[in-house]
């Protein structure tokens, strides 16, 4: 039996998606890459489709925003190879992503930020820490996303920014990052 390929998702700086062997996933539009990012944060939770149909087509009629949804569903699961496509959990009225196939680098950044140890930082000042959903050119309709009432945590990652920034201090170069 072949293992699962690992999706690679990178949400900080910019929406990107990369299987194991490099190769770039490329998602049609920006929608079915708003919902891959939407579903790994956090990683594994399952997401109601009517609730993420509602998010992403909210101001289309219920029944044209469930069919939206099961076209994106479809649209990402065509664009995984299939030895990637387990990764992507369809459970009757809920969708997840299988963490044991998908890594997203926003909990690398957190885990690095919690070892504490100077190596850690030091990576962890290398990763632009912007807003998700922005850099992700994730908008809906006229809209940004997070304009649409959606949390997706991006504070807690400026939070771990601003706290490596006081571990840091002043004079530590190298070791800041940048505001936004």
């Not at 919902?35 to 289309?60: C, I, V």
């Not at 009757?92 to 950044?109: C, H, I, K, Y």
Request: aromatic fraction near 2%; glycine fraction near 8%.
């Amino acid at each position: 039996m072949k293992t699962a390929v690992r999706l690679k998702l990178t949400l900080l700086g910019g929406f990107q998606a990369q299987l194991d062997a490099g190769a770039a996933l490329v998602l049609p539009t920006r929608k079915t890459q708003a919902l891959l990012a939407y579903l790994a944060l956090p990683l594994g939770q399952a997401h109601p489709r009517e609730k993420l149909a509602t998010l992403l087509w909210g101001d289309m009629p219920d029944a044209q925003a469930r069919g939206n949804l099961r076209h994106a569903l479809s649209r990402i699961r065509k664009a995984l190879p299939k030895t990637a496509r387990p990764g992507m959990v369809l459970d009757g009225p809920s969708v997840a992503l299988d963490p044991s196939v998908v890594d997203v680098d926003v909990l690398r950044f957190e885990r690095l930020i919690a070892d504490g140890r100077p190596a850690a930082l030091e990576q962890v000042a290398a990763v632009e820490a912007g807003d998700l959903l922005e850099r992700c050119g994730a908008a809906i309709g006229d809209q940004p996303l997070e304009s649409r009432h959606v949390h997706v945590d991006d504070g807690r990652v400026q939070g771990h920014a601003w706290a490596l920034e006081d571990q840091a201090g002043p004079d530590a170069p190298g070791q800041r990052l940048p505001d936004s």
